[in-house]
């Protein structure tokens, strides 16, 4: 076994993939090149550990996920508190929505995801998150982690979970109104 060679052809194969995923994670080119970069080095280190029970794509995959998670872990951890007048900004003191935040009726456009400019937009609304929002966004759905995982890795109760999840709902909602539905 020459575990250089092996490695020299994993990178070679799978650069681009892993790459254009992470690109599609994180957002930040420098961020997904270095996550690349980490993915390979773990893979170096346990390489004589693995056992061929699964792909070796399947495998580095399986890394760079755990490094995006990671990642967006520590993001929230050292994240700023965050104010919580979004539920103010949204809605009045009876709970009832404020006449100009309410929900307007969106199109019905089925591939909407499909659309690069509107991924572009929803990956700006994103960003325009506050950081520890936007960590657990990215765990609960683009990472698909399970929500007590995440309460448990990120040391916070379900219902703050819930709470924030509902604000950046919200946020994200706004914002997608202003930038995509509105024009």
């Known amino acids: 076994m020459d575990v250089q060679n092996d490695i020299i052809s994993m990178v070679k194969t799978h650069t681009k993939d892993l790459y254009a995923y992470t690109l599609s994670k994180v957002y930040q080119k420098e961020l997904a090149e270095d996550l690349v970069q980490e993915t390979f080095l773990s893979a170096l280190k346990s390489y004589t550990n693995f056992q061929n029970k699964s792909n070796i794509k399947t495998w580095l995959f399986s890394i760079l996920k755990n490094k995006i998670a990671d ?3 520590s993001k929230y951890k050292t994240g700023t508190e965050v104010s919580s007048d979004i539920i103010e900004k949204f809605f009045d003191d ?6 100009e935040y309410t929900p307007q009726n969106w199109s019905e456009e089925k ?9 572009n937009t ?9 950081e520890k929002w936007y960590s657990i966004v990215q765990l609960k759905y683009l990472e698909e982690t399970d929500s007590k995982i995440i309460c448990s ?6 219902s703050n979970f819930w709470q924030i999840i509902h604000r950046a709902k919200l946020q994200l ?8 539905f509105k024009e």
């Open 71 to 73: 990642y967006y872990r």
């Open 94 to 99: 009876n709970h009832h929505w404020k006449p």
């Open 111 to 119: 591939e909407l995801l499909d659309d690069p400019e509107f991924s």
């Open 122 to 130: 929803l990956s700006e609304c994103l960003k325009a998150l506050p």
């Open 153 to 158: 890795q990120l040391e916070i109760t379900t």
């Open 173 to 180: 909602r706004n914002c997608l109104e202003v930038k995509w």
